[in-house]
């Protein structure tokens, strides 16, 4: 596989290495620097130190220097010890100093499921669904769009209208706007 670039990306920590490869099926495999605080996609708090994000793209992988941008197409699936993401597209916009980045964009048959921290016994493992993601790194926060909906244990958030948008905080929080409906499933077993 023929290298395009090698980058500094971060892909939900501040500071990432990867390399994009050109091929059909180009994987890019990031190890962290650096640490992050905790959020949806980060529960556990900071990153464990050489941590790595593997990301698979079965169709095309680039990267624009000039831009700043990185694009995975195609069956985008990224791993990391705190989340997986798979997706139809991932674009990744660098900050201009290139020391973390501004913006993910997802879009496209998104699902996002969230690691669960082993220190932490009761907490619930989370699984965002939506047709668009964004996520900003300087707050930690996600934002869900294009029939959006939040899972977490027996609480299931449904959006109800196509322009429906929902906020996960990094604190935790969750915020909906927009049409939807919560589903609570009852796992109590009859007596």
Avoid: H
């Amino acid at each position: 596989m023929k290298k395009i670039a090698l980058f500094s990306l971060s892909l939900l920590c501040p500071l990432l290495v990867a390399s994009a490869q050109e091929s059909t099926g180009a994987i890019s495999t990031l190890e962290a620097d650096s640490k992050k605080k905790p959020g949806f996609l980060s529960p556990m708090g900071e990153r464990p130190k050489g941590a790595k994000t593997e990301i698979t793209a079965s169709e095309e992988a680039s990267f624009d220097n000039e831009k700043n941008v990185a694009e995975f197409k195609g069956g985008v699936v990224v791993k990391d010890t705190q989340f997986t993401l798979s997706c139809d597209t991932l674009t990744v916009k660098l900050a201009k100093d290139r020391g973390g980045i501004e913006v993910a964009e997802a879009r496209g048959n998104i699902v996002v499921v969230q690691a669960t921290d082993p220190a932490n016994p009761k907490q619930e493992k989370a699984i965002g669904r939506a047709g668009q993601m964004t996520y900003k790194p300087d707050t930690g926060d996600i934002t869900l769009r294009e029939w959006p909906s939040i899972q977490q244990g027996i609480n299931n958030q449904v959006a109800t209208e196509v322009g429906t948008v929902m906020y996960l905080k990094s604190s935790g929080e969750s915020r909906t706007v927009g049409g939807s409906k919560t589903v609570i499933s009852d796992t109590a077993k009859a007596q």
